[in-house]
């Protein structure tokens, strides 16, 4: 139990395209979502908290205008990277919480990852 | 800010060696994780600390939250090719579940 898919696994776009990039929880429902980036050789990299209905929590230095959340439902947040350039090339993460009370709730559980090469 | 140190940064050994990484901040946290990654898969998790001093065991693999919940260790014991990997802690403040990752240890078992 507790799995979260992200889909694409890989994308490719040139530079001034927006790309989305899709995080699930496939078998539990996740109040929280969290994501991350991660450059190569390097460790995860907090961007934002997602809540269900609400606005996403962005982290310092993190431009919420370049990085759009939307938790729209239960199972399904979405990062969309607008007018992407090369360096925001990067291995992208999600992980979901699961609601408070249930077994899935008790940690983070990650997705796959995506991998956005910006030409 | 928190900031989690990680050390060492990399780590080649033999198999059959023990070794030891640490996670060492100046920040108290309430939980935490610390979790294995492959290339270009997400980090999966190994274990979760919550009270100071604790102790867990997976196998070969020893964790201790340290008694300030300031920092972590984690020992392995005869390791293996199978281990290479990315290992990462991730601490979480007290009331949140946001976790904030530490710097890495990448760590390469010759067989």
């Known amino acids: 139990g507790a799995v979260v898919s992200q889909h694409p696994s890989w994308v490719i776009c040139k530079s001034g395209t927006s790309v989305k990039i899709e995080c699930r929880s496939l078998d539990f429902q996740a109040t929280t979502m969290f994501w991350y980036r991660q450059f190569p050789k390097q460790s995860l990299m907090l961007m934002a908290t997602?809540?269900?209905?609400?606005?996403?929590?962005?982290e310092q230095g993190v431009e919420k205008d370049k990085f759009l959340i939307n938790h729209a439902s239960l199972t399904l947040s979405t990062l969309t990277v607008t007018s992407a350039h090369p360096e925001d090339s990067s291995f992208y993460i999600c992980s979901a919480r699961g609601l408070a009370g249930e077994r899935s709730s008790d940690t983070q559980y990650f997705g796959p990852g995506t991998r956005l090469t910006v030409l | 800010t928190q900031l989690l140190e990680q050390s060492p940064q990399f780590l080649s050994i033999q198999e059959g060696e023990n070794l030891t990484v640490y996670c060492n901040s100046s920040s108290v946290f309430s939980s935490l994780q610390w979790y294995r990654q492959e290339p270009g898969e997400g980090p999966v998790l190994l274990v979760t600390?919550?009270?100071?001093?604790e102790v867990k065991k997976l196998k070969r693999l020893t964790f201790q939250f340290g008694d300030a919940r300031k920092d972590s260790s984690l020992h392995i014991t005869a390791a293996q090719p199978g281990d290479t990997g990315l290992y990462l802690c991730?601490?979480?403040?007290?009331?949140?579940?946001?976790?904030?990752f530490g710097t890495g240890t990448r760590l390469k078992v010759l067989a």
């Open positions: 991730a601490g979480a403040t007290s009331g949140t579940y946001k976790y904030i």
């Open positions: 600390v919550v009270t100071g001093g």
């Open positions: 997602s809540n269900e209905g609400s606005k996403a929590t962005y």
